[in-house]
């Protein structure tokens, strides 16, 4: 069985500063990982994915990723924090071979950026 | 955005009577999805449809039940509402389950129960 464990639920930022989002993860067989952002009273946003290409995925909005296998991790960053970051961010995989590429979700990690 | 539409985005309702959730998608993709939002839980999957009349249940199934008729269109209802089903409800869609395929979500159906 697949899970994600998102290390932190609340992370607090200076603007300008980066954002480390920590995620680890737990799968039977290769995984497909995401990363989503909900900002507030809005529905979810892919931000980045990881396709076995590289192990370094590079997102929108200055977001990247790393995958470590070694690790079973695939945390965010992102090298300067924005006001507009402030949102929910999602860890997610998804069992590359279960049927129906359900995603489990991670329970979320809630950032805020200060002035 | 992707073509995805949940109906009603709000409501309240009484404890006991049933409800449905309508989702609509204009990207006829295969899959579609419900999850439910709670703090703390992230997202959690009710139930999936693979196909028109195709379903299976996901890890909070239990009072909920689906129907597909259409491509377009997936249908989350609860028979009798509670009041632990208070949530937001997020419907999902996938063109298909090859790795690294990627969910689209609408944006969401905020459901309170009384």
């Known amino acids: 069985a697949q899970s994600v464990t998102q290390l932190d639920s609340h992370v607090s930022v200076s603007e300008g500063t980066p954002v480390l989002l920590r995620c680890n993860y737990s799968?039977?067989?290769?995984?497909?990982l995401f990363w989503y952002v909900q900002h507030p009273n809005k529905g979810l946003q892919l931000l980045l994915k990881?396709?076995?290409?590289?192990?370094l995925v590079k997102g929108i909005n200055g977001f990247e990723a790393e995958f470590k296998k070694s690790e079973t991790s695939f945390h965010l960053t992102k090298p300067s924090a924005h006001m507009s970051d402030a949102a929910e961010y999602f860890c997610?995989?998804?069992?590359?071979?279960?049927?129906?590429?359900?995603?489990?979700f991670g329970g979320g990690t809630r950032v805020l950026v200060k002035p | 955005d992707a073509g995805i539409t949940q109906s009603p985005r709000h409501k309240v309702t009484e404890t006991g009577t049933p409800v449905t959730l309508r989702c609509h998608q204009t990207?006829?993709?295969?899959?579609m999805y419900w999850y439910r939002q709670d703090p703390g839980h992230g997202l959690r999957l009710i139930h999936y449809?693979?196909?028109?009349?195709?379903?299976d249940k996901g890890e909070v199934s239990d009072g909920y039940s689906v129907s597909r008729s259409k491509t377009e269109d997936f249908l989350l209802t609860l028979e009798s509402a509670t009041s632990s089903q208070t949530s937001v409800y997020f419907c999902?869609?996938?063109?298909?389950?090859?790795?690294?395929?990627?969910?689209?979500f609408g944006q969401g159906t905020r459901l309170t129960v009384v």
């Open positions: 999902a869609i996938s063109e298909s389950e090859a790795l690294n395929t990627e969910a689209f």
């Open positions: 990207e006829n993709h295969r899959y």
């Open positions: 990881y396709t076995s290409a590289a192990t």
């Open positions: 799968s039977s067989y290769s995984p497909s």
């Open positions: 997610v995989v998804s069992d590359a071979w279960a049927a129906g590429n359900k995603l489990t």
């Open positions: 449809s693979y196909g028109v009349k195709d379903t």
